[in-house]
């Protein structure tokens, strides 16, 4: 890394500039995929299964195709002509686009109705008749895998059973070893569960074919344009240069506009066959029942210690339920994602993993939440077994961590599952948060309510994460290596356009990344504009999502202007006829060494580039492109701190403070930033307190509109108190780490830990997600606990 | 997530109206705020052929005193309930629903009187109605009709209102001296349904609770008047802890809510137990003039 | 049975007029008759307030409310926040205090806090979070948009002295 130099440029790293994008998004001005209107436009809507498991006998759309306004009706068979009915997923598997042989979760996608409006789309659905018969249902994955479990996958051949995938990781024998030395042998099984990013725009897409250029244009919902790009043009057999994807700017991503959708595929081949745009939005009922999912992870964790606290081993079982087809966005070597984080934040001796990721009748995902693939999983396991180490040693939680933590010095740090941490001290960030949340006064106020009876809890979590993916000798998706790339023109006049291959869906990019080249460049961050999401006008990147931003395309930012400064300073030493190495630089200012009067601006040398007077071996313009490929990942972690208050008569859990102090490298717009932290550590307090998805025993789903599937108001949503700590990568170009989901991994568990903290008097180690009041006030009742 | 086609009809008069009513036959609905048969229409649970819009008639958004009764026109809307001083002074249990009913959006749309004509056992005006000892003022072919708050939900989503009467206004009794109230509902978040309320009306004299009122929402297929509970506290003092938990007791054992998502049966009769006792405190001491 | 209506409103201070069905939606005549696509739409069941708009000076979820009940009325849409003499403070509020992320809430968002500071020009956090928990924001956890609301009041108020 080359330390970020202080710069005295607007908008250089560090500083915190408003955002330029807000410019349009408080007129109303944002341009999402549902604002486009294109002329002739028709719309799509889509019948879907009632059933969660059912044999299609037939589908009869005559009466549909007879209503007002209705163009087409398309089926699985339609489909199957034009070898679309199924499609790959990122994982490897197939899925149905439009369900052909039998339908396999409740509200899977059956026919797409084409009408010339909306209203008449919709109506048109209920002229769709299906004979269905009822198949045995599949909703707990562990029933699953009994031998007389129906078979979910019988399109693939010689399926005989519902398991997808076995993935260890870790040394079996050596963890084996360190639990027979251990004194304490903490266990926990628990469920993370089925929950939804749920981002207030939903998926959509607006496919416009033109028949003249046999040009096809999609504005899609898309976290990643450039891969989606890719893949239509491998599922469809589309030339690629004739397909164009324009990801406008889009309401929000969290990982649910990672995969492809079968409605995106239906759409683009209706106008490519009828010859018009074709438009679909789902609704919110769809986007939940639907689109990718989260977690589902039953995991059995066990905790190896000494009497005296120190940790020895970890060994994790999980059973992964990823729905009726395995379309779960990891990299393609990463069945179970970066599960084998799992050791986080401590120093073990051994560790070992195993996951098993099964079929049942449910939606099918297991997208990335604001998560790098899984950690959140791994990070919730072991920061909840590590509070029931504190619980069963009687050492304190704080005390218990910090005596188990990485010490600074021992970076980089190889993992016992195999990864190499760049760098942390993660004691620093402990010790900060204490402070902020004035952790020995809390403990004190909490032994003299529970003398009176009181509840109270306080829960930790000190996290690491693993982000930026990154690296592509172990990532990729689909085999496309996980780079990001980034290009840049100065124009003469000295203002210029970044393009970018990741794509905003609400970070702040065009700002920030403008702020990277004005930190390198010395120009000021408002004479950059940032360019994303348009295929045809962006270099090829795999998209914006598991923190990845910053550790990549923002590295590749870095890296292009350090290249176009170097030609500068060259341009500089030939105006100012001396050597390169005699040129100093600061703020955008090339200056003789020793001679101040003798300085050339960084736009005077940018419009030298475009002049004839340039050095023989130089090439006009001033202009470059870079391809990232990451050496390491980066290893944001934090310490969470929660302090709850129950009441007993109704169970209600009230967030009383909760201290965040994240450590993210660099941070290149504090604003940004802390405004990451407030919505990633809302959303993982919606995880913890409210949102579910679940279903009955015949696979309907509950969750599947907003009034059942409960994301946080501001009266729910508590404060939020952030402390800050700097550690630098020690490998991107300017010590950033990505920050996005560091939030959403590390605040669960915190919750969790302070309501088992508040409870644990009462003989209580585990509440699974949500803490339903519900839940609270079993144990309490249970316990003998009442109102007054 | 779309309604179907229907005709719509937007009466300037209650004879209008009414007319509008026969000639759906059997098939319109009343419209005044929408904010429940809107999101039902739009996910096409109900269809009704025509629609009657009362917002277009004059004269339905009285919210005011008249000869010792609160008349609450059908075009009032929750939100001016809520923005109300008259309420907030006289009614505080109008007031402490108003503030947990729906969302504030909703509130400056929805109406009192449509929800209590929707029939919803998670209405919580309806218990409210009920707990004041409201009438409710119908018109239909033969003039005017007045229905009692107490039993007027018949079944889910069904009420005495006859299919060819409209609710033109509900009125409610003046508070007497030493009267008091409070509502608690326990929600999982702001628009949700209640898990649980609890609505308790009491008139203090001289430290003696001479009358009280106890309603109960979403803890069975209707609205709940919980007569047992309210009996057991007249002639008990105001301080009578005992009193209170019996009265809780009682209200807990008339509930019969169903498990669901909000909770299994158990908790929510349990939260029927303890909001009563907080309810009961809240309204005695405001019946004191003491605003708890 | 359902022939199209014609709607006259005003919106956002102009007289318009557009023809739709019965059935349709207000947040449809303003996005697709009107092409004011600033108000937007998140769900089916009125919770989310994506779609909020002021109907008579009265923040509503136009998703649930038909297009012909705006008849004779008049709407404010996120478009008619500027005028000639600038972005409103509210405006100015999200800006500045970074109250937004991805802006699919914001339009809403900002026609709520619109009505609040009309009817209550100083709110404390708690008036403001309740008034604010018809509209759901995924990206901010609402801190920002709380700071975005006591700086628009700050500036009305500064303006008001």
Redesign the interface.
Known sequence: MTAATESTVNGAIGQSPKRVEDDRFIRGMGNYVDDVQLPGMLHMAIYRSPFAHATINSIDTSRALAMPGVVACITGQDLVAHGLAWMPTLAGDTQAVLATDKVRFQGQEVVCVIAKTSYQAEDALEGIDVDYDPLPVIVDPKRALDADAPIIRSDLEGKTDNHIFTWESGDAEATDRVFAEADIVIKLDTLYPRIHPAPMETCGAVADYNKATGKMTIHLTSQAPHAHRTLFAMVAGLPEQKLRIISPDVGGGFGNKVPIYPGYVVATAASLLIGKPVKWVESRTENLMSTGFARDYHMEGELAATKDGKMLGLRANVLADHGAFNAQAQPSKWPAGFFNIATGSYDLQAAHCKVDGVYTNKAPGGIAYRCSFRVTEAAYLIERLVDNLAHETGIDAAELRKQNFIQPEQFPYKSPMGWEYDSGDYEKAMNIALELVGYEELRKEQAEKRAKGEVMGIGFSSFTEIVGAGMSKICDIAGLAMIDSAELRIHPTGKGVLKLGVQSQGQGHETTFAQIVANELGIPYTDIAVEHGDTDHTPYGLGTYASRSTPTGGAATAIVARKLREKARQIAAHLLECAPDDLEFDSGTFTVKGSPEKSKTIQECVFGAYQSDLPDDMEKGFEDVTYYDAPEMTYPFGTYICVVDIDKGTGQVKVRKFVAVDDCGTRINPMIVDGQIHGGLTQGFGTAMMELISFDEDGNCFGGNFMDYLIPTAVESPDWTLGECTTPSPHHPFGAKGVGESPTVGSPQAFVNAVVDALHPYGITNIDMPLSSHKVWKVLRDAGVTDE | ????????V?PTSLDEALQALVAGAGDAKIMSG??SL??M????LASP?T?I?L?GIAGLDTLEEVDGMLHIGALVRH?EIE?SELIRDRYPMMRDAS?HL?????R??GTFCGSLAHGDPAGDWATVAATLGAEIHAVGPDGAVVHSAIDFQTSMFETQLGSDQILVEVRIPAPKPGQGSAYLK?E?????YA?AAVGVMIVVDGGTITEASIGLTNVGPLTIHAADAAASLVGKSIDDAAAFEEAGRLAMEISEPSSD????EE?KR??VR??T??ALRTAGARAQGKEA | MSDKMIVKATVNGEECEALVEPRTLLVHMIRESLHLTGTHIGCDTTSCGACTVLLDGKPVKSCTILAVQANGREIATVEGLETAAGLSVVQEGFKEEHGLHCGYCTPGMMMTVTALLEENPDPTEDEIRKAISGNLCRCTGYVNIIKAVQYAAGKKEGAAA
């Open positions: 997530m779309l309604p179907s086609t229907f005709e719509y937007a929408g904010q809107l999101p229409m739009k996910l096409r052929g629609i819009d917002n939100g923005r503030l729906a969302d504030p959006l909703i400056n749309r326990i999982r978040k702001v628009g949700d898990a998502l909000r909770g299994p908790y349990d939260l303890v909001l006792k907080r």
